[in-house]
């Protein structure tokens, strides 16, 4: 994908080579460690909400459902990060600038979406760590994955991620690399319109069952942001982009990782959805460019 340079005044935060240990985030003492030692499974059965309600921290968000027709951030204070640290932090490795592009494609497409639309529109940022960090939703961990924090409004990426994407689970190239990013983006969107509190009401008064079922309609929905995005930037896809991004959201279906994990599927406990779902909606996305058509909540997933 043929990305223009970063836009300097991003908001980008860099905790490499920070030492989050001891006296850190409020996890050390008697039980911190194994709050600590449980980060990597909740995440991988409940997505990053379930790490805030292990922490103990309440997702705050703002608004209404109405698909970009006001709404807004609800006002939560954020972290911000000085833009004049997006340059040292962009310039890392090749990895940070690709993703710095990204991210800075992801949010100039989505303000001009929101402009259009009438809607206030809010930057995340983009925060960078390595292997261990904090946020404002609590640790970050790399066996985390790439996660959005709401409470600070953060992109939290430790890049060694696209290392695992490429061998693990064999979805190279940068288009895989960018969905990740443009899905994370997709979060940032939900927070700003109010869906992802309204879910997360829904998942409280729910069964596990049910939780995870919202949660699957949650990130499909993420997925189809996604999609909108590459399409909103379709003169700059590459041939072969859209196989990569499609392959990297078939490696990483509930589905496909429990088959490999554990040699059987437990449909009840999905929390992404399966490859073909996230298959599906990514598509959606890059076939509409609508994020009108990305409403995994009213019907069947099944599109």
């Known amino acids: 994908m043929r990305l223009d340079d970063y836009d300097p005044d991003i908001e980008v935060g ?3 080579g920070q030492s989050f240990g001891g006296g850190g985030f409020s996890l050390g003492g008697g039980g911190g460690g194994l709050l600590f030692s449980l ?3 909740v995440m991988g059965r409940f997505g990053c909400l379930g790490v805030a309600v292990l922490l ?3 997702f705050f968000f703002g608004g209404g ?4 027709a006001g709404g807004g951030s609800g006002g939560l204070p954020s972290t911000r990060t000085e833009t004049s ?3 040292t932090a962009c310039q890392v490795d090749e990895a940070s600038l690709e993703a710095c592009k990204a991210f800075s494609s992801a949010n100039r497409t989505w303000r001009q979406l929101f402009q259009q639309a009438g809607a206030r529109y809010d930057p995340p940022s983009l925060q960078f760590y390595g292997g261990s960090g904090r946020s404002g939703c609590g640790a970050a961990q790399a066996a985390m994955g790439p996660f959005y924090c709401p409470t600070d409004e953060g992109i939290y990426l430790d890049t060694s991620f696209f290392n695992e994407l490429a061998g693990r689970f064999g979805a190279s190239g940068d288009f895989a690399r960018n969905y990740v990013i443009a899905h994370e983006f997709g979060h940032h969107i939900q927070h700003l319109l109010g869906t992802s509190e309204r879910v997360q009401r829904q998942m409280q008064a729910a069964g596990e069952r049910e939780g995870n079922a919202l949660s699957v309609r949650l990130e499909l929905q993420a997925d189809c942001y996604a ?3 590459g399409a909103q930037n379709r003169a700059r896809l590459d041939p072969g982009d859209v196989e990569e991004g499609l392959r990297a959201a078939q490696a990483i279906g509930d589905d496909t990782l429990q088959r490999e994990a554990q040699g059987r599927v437990v449909p009840d406990s999905f929390t992404h959805g399966t490859s073909a779902e ?3 909606w990514l598509k959606r996305g890059l076939q509409t ?4 058509q990305c409403d995994t909540f009213n019907g069947s997933i099944d599109r």
């Open 39 to 41: 980060l990597p499974f």
């Open 289 to 292: 460019g609508d994020p009108n």
């Open 65 to 68: 459902l109405p698909m970009l």
């Open 227 to 229: 999609g909108v995005w």
């Open 85 to 87: 640290a997006a340059k």
């Open 14 to 16: 860099d905790q490499r």
């Open 56 to 58: 103990g921290l309440m």
């Open 278 to 280: 996230r298959m599906a």
